[in-house]
Antibody, heavy 117, light 110 residues
Framework: QVQLVESGGGVVQPGGSLRLSCAAS????????VHWVRQTPGKGLEWVAF????????YYADSVKGRFAVSRDTSKNTLFLQMNSLRVDDTAVYYC??????????WGQGTLVTVSS | QTVVTQEPSFSVSPGGTVTLTCGLT?????????PSWYQQTPGQAPRTLIY???IRSSGVPDRFSGSILGNKAALTITGAQADDESDYYC??????????FGGGTKLTVL
């Protein structure tokens, strides 16, 4: 079955960097776009970024544009989110989700990123 | 900046029917926005319910249905059950590789 497993979360100081990973299995990773979505503790969901199936194009929410970069390694069935210049309001659980028909199909269980001094 | 709107909270009786909506602060929601719906319980990842307006995701009971009602996307739950008590989120595709979530609706079944 489809499985997405996020890793790389942790505590980082404001202005720091962190790299999240999302290991995918159970579907043809090379044929699907993949999203990052985050959720501030106790709050709603926010779309963060999307990378096309072949990595040719990346798209970002305005709140992270210029600071975050999404990429993928098809040979390893892995998605990445490089987060730089982190701010306190980037604190959230970060989910990766398989993209299908303009929606978020399967979701991982998330990894918590805490930005705090 | 266009915001996606949802009712903050809603209540339904067991066995009852409830319709949650997903609108825009500017303009109307149509199928061109590919509205999708997600259910989330505390501590869990979201679960996909409906995509492309009205297609049920695999394994989703047919008491969940999606539609366009007037100028909004809608999620209707028919015959609500206790375990339907969750947060529900809609997402709209705004074009140019951008998606926007609504603020979510907290559904209470009592």
């Amino acid at each position: 079955q489809v499985q997405l497993v996020e890793s790389g979360g942790g505590v980082v100081q404001p202005g720091g960097s962190l790299r999240l990973s999302c290991a995918a299995s159970g579907f043809t990773f090379s044929s699907r776009g993949v999203h990052w979505v985050r959720q501030t503790p106790g709050k709603g969901l926010e779309w963060v970024a999307f990378v096309q199936y072949d990595g040719s194009s990346q798209y970002y929410a305005d709140s992270v544009k210029g600071r975050f970069a999404v990429s993928r390694d098809t040979s390893k069935n892995t998605l990445f989110l490089q987060m730089n210049s982190l701010r306190v309001d980037d604190t959230a659980v970060y989910y990766c989700a398989e993209g299908y028909n303009y929606c978020f199909d399967y979701w991982g269980q998330g990894t918590l990123v805490t930005v705090s001094s | 900046q266009t915001v996606v709107t949802q009712e903050p909270s809603f209540s339904v009786s067991p066995g009852g029917t409830v319709t949650l909506t997903c609108g825009l602060t500017s303009g109307s929601v149509s199928t061109n926005y590919y509205p999708s719906w997600y259910q989330q319980t505390p501590g869990q990842a979201p679960r996909t319910l409906i995509y492309t307006t009205n297609i049920r995701s695999s394994g989703v009971p047919d008491r969940f249905s999606g539609s366009i009602l007037g100028n909004k996307a809608a999620l209707t739950i028919t015959g609500a059950q206790a375990d339907d008590e969750s947060d529900y989120y809609c997402v709209l595709y705004m074009g140019s590789g951008i998606w926007v979530f609504g603020g979510g609706t907290k559904l209470t079944v009592l």
